[in-house]
C-alpha cells in the first residue's frame, strides 16, 4: 500500500476518533455528528491542498505578477477553489448546505486572501452572452423561453492576476429555441 495513502487513512481514522471521544465530553443533546464529505469535495480539497504547497508567496504574502509566479499554478488554485466553493452552496443560492457551514467559512477566507493578493475569479453563469469576449464557448444549447443569449453554465472560471488575464474561462450558452432545431449546436469551427 501507498504509504502517503495509509498516513492519509491513518489521520482520517484519527480524526474521526478524536471527533467522536471528544463528543462525550457533552451531554447526549448537544452533541455534534461529525461532518459527511462527498467524496468528490474531499477530492477536490486534496488537489487544492496539494496545488497551495506548491505555491510560494513573496515574504509580504502577496502574489505578484512577475516572470517568477507560476500563472498556471494560480489558475488550478483558482479553479479548484472554485470548484470545492461550487459544491459546497446550495443551489441557486449563495448559501452553504447543511453541514457544510464551518468549511464553507475556511474555502471564503482563502478566496478573500486570494482577493487580496490581486487574484480575481471570475464565474459567468447567469451573465448575457456578447460575441467577442474573451470566453471559450463550448456549446450553445437551445433554451425554451429564452429572448436572448445567457451563458447558463461555468466550466472553468476566468482569472485574472493583477488585472492580467491568466486563464480563459470556458462556458455553456444557452440561446433562444429554434424550431427546427432541438439539440445542442458547437460553436462554429467545431465539427460534430
Same mark, same amino acid.
Given at each position: 500500500?501507498?504509504?502517503?495513502?495509509?498516513?492519509?487513512?491513518?489521520?482520517?481514522?484519527?480524526?474521526?476518533?478524536?471527533?467522536?471521544?471528544?463528543?462525550?465530553?457533552?451531554? *447526549?443533546?448537544?452533541?455534534?455528528?461529525? %461532518?459527511?464529505?462527498?467524496?468528490?469535495?474531499?477530492?477536490?480539497?486534496?488537489?487544492?491542498? +496539494?496545488?497551495?504547497?506548491?505555491?510560494?508567496?513573496?515574504?509580504?504574502?502577496?502574489?505578484?505578477?512577475?516572470?517568477?509566479?507560476?500563472?498556471?499554478?494560480?489558475?488550478? +488554485?483558482?479553479?479548484?477553489?472554485?470548484?470545492? !466553493?461550487?459544491?459546497?452552496?446550495?443551489?441557486?443560492?449563495?448559501? %452553504?448546505?447543511?453541514?457544510?457551514? !464551518?468549511?464553507?467559512?475556511?474555502?471564503?477566507?482563502?478566496?478573500?486572501?486570494?482577493?487580496?493578493?490581486?487574484?480575481?475569479?471570475? @464565474? *459567468?453563469?447567469?451573465?448575457?452572452?456578447? @460575441?467577442? !469576449?474573451?470566453?471559450?464557448?463550448?456549446?450553445?444549447?437551445?433554451?425554451?423561453?429564452?429572448?436572448?443569449?445567457?451563458? +447558463?453554465?461555468?466550466?472553468?472560471?476566468?482569472?485574472? =492576476?493583477?488585472?492580467? *488575464?491568466?486563464?480563459?474561462?470556458?462556458?455553456?450558452?444557452?440561446?433562444?429555441?429554434?424550431?427546427?432545431?432541438?439539440? +445542442?449546436? =458547437?460553436?462554429?469551427?467545431?465539427?460534430?
Amino acid at each position: 500500500m501507498n504509504t502517503n495513502n495509509t498516513i492519509k487513512m491513518d489521520l482520517s481514522w484519527f480524526s474521526h476518533l478524536w471527533h467522536s471521544a471528544r463528543q462525550f465530553l457533552f451531554p *447526549h443533546e448537544f452533541r455534534i455528528e461529525p %461532518p459527511c464529505l462527498s467524496v468528490s469535495l474531499e477530492d477536490d480539497l486534496d488537489q487544492l491542498s +496539494i496545488a497551495v504547497r506548491k505555491l510560494q508567496l513573496s515574504p509580504d504574502n502577496a502574489v505578484k505578477s512577475d516572470e517568477n509566479i507560476n500563472h498556471k499554478l494560480i489558475a488550478e +488554485i483558482g479553479t479548484g477553489l472554485w470548484r470545492v !466553493r461550487k459544491n459546497m452552496l446550495r443551489p441557486e443560492s449563495d448559501k %452553504p448546505k447543511e453541514g457544510m457551514e !464551518r468549511a464553507y467559512r475556511h474555502v471564503q477566507s482563502i478566496f478573500d486572501s486570494l482577493e487580496t493578493s490581486h487574484v480575481q475569479i471570475k @464565474d *459567468h453563469t447567469d451573465e448575457e452572452w456578447i @460575441d467577442g !469576449r474573451n470566453i471559450s464557448v463550448l456549446a450553445f444549447q437551445p433554451m425554451p423561453g429564452f429572448t436572448k443569449e445567457i451563458i +447558463i453554465e461555468t466550466i472553468k472560471p476566468t482569472i485574472f =492576476l493583477d488585472e492580467q *488575464h491568466i486563464q480563459k474561462g470556458q462556458v455553456i450558452v444557452g440561446k433562444p429555441e429554434q424550431e427546427s432545431e432541438n439539440d +445542442i449546436e =458547437l460553436p462554429p469551427g467545431i465539427m460534430k
